[in-house]
């Protein structure tokens, strides 16, 4: 706490908020000394003295605290894969847009950093797309609010050209595509969902390879042609890293988009990686890592994965942290930093 901005200040006030040992002289918190750093303010702003007259109104409002900026990672929920019937691929998800950086302020004591954790998309039972995740924030009144979006569902498969159930969802990294349409030889290339620019990337298309042989030739010269409908496999959910790989006939199915790593807890570990595309074998799609915001993996004629809930890491100087926290994060220290790891919303008040 600061000294009080009004009223009586007594020497043991300046003593608590500054340190120092019993018994002890007000000339020993001359600004630019042992106790009181070069520079320290009253709560008006007032330079305390660094010689001469001081009184212990000089200290009203002063504070001993040292403004500290905030290192953060965030990441959103990543997104389901789709899910598609027996035969065809379903696109993976997306995984939830991931940025880093610092908060945009230099914090002073009580200011107060709210998160919101965004859920993963949850896995798709039925022959449908799979479900976006949801955003992740950071936000309070002294800096610019972070948000990243949900990653986008992976696509499923429709019989139909006309059909988009087999494209991608747009997220914080897009969807994969699924396997396309049966009706054409070409054309009807199922797309990936694009990624949001400085938080992920597109998910991957499955080009159309249907074949159109010669049926049948008739003495006028006429002939048919017959449409053999060839198995697709589904494209990889983008991710923080890359771009979802390409599906392609014959059941190849295209992996996810690699993740992105940070070492803000001091030692490096990857997020917000892509979900894999499925074959057209049946497969129950495998979920995306918990706080990870990672895709969760496309299904076949059985559920997909569901998509990985998000994060919030903060850092700070372990000389300015406050221990004033809400939502119950995991508090590390690493070097100089103490980190805390947010997997539920929360507060930190500095």
Known sequence: MAVTSSGQVSLADIQTEFGGSAPTALSEYYSGGSNVGAGTT??????????????????????????????????????????????????????????????????NRDSVVTVSIGGGGSAQGSNAKGNN???????????TNISTVGGGGGGSH???????????????????????????????????????????????????SNILVQDSEYEDGTQTQQLTARRHGGSGGGGKGGTGANGGAVGSAGAGGSGGASSITGSSVTYAAGGNGSNGTPVTGSAGTANRGNGGGGGCNSSSGAGGSGVVILSVPTVGYSGTTTGSPTVTTSGSNTIMTFTGSGSYTT
């Open 42 to 107: 009253d709560g008006s702003g007032n330079t305390i003295p660094t010689s001469g007259e001081i009184q212990l109104s000089d200290f009203y409002g002063a504070t001993a605290f040292t403004p500290y900026q905030i290192a953060f990672l965030a990441v959103a929920g990543g997104a389901s894969g789709g899910r598609s019937p027996n035969g065809d691929g379903s696109g993976g998800g997306g995984a939830g847009g991931m940025r880093t950086g610092n908060l945009s302020a230099t914090f």
């Open 158 to 208: 429709s019989t139909s050209n006309s059909s988009t159930v087999d494209n991608g969802n747009s997220g914080g990294s897009g969807g994969g595509g699924g396997a396309p349409g049966d009706q054409s030889a070409s054309g009807s290339n199922s797309s990936g969902g694009a990624g949001t620019s400085g938080e992920g990337n597109s998910g991957g298309q499955t080009i159309q």
């Open 133 to 143: 995740g949801s955003a992740t924030t950071i936000t309070g009144s002294d800096f």
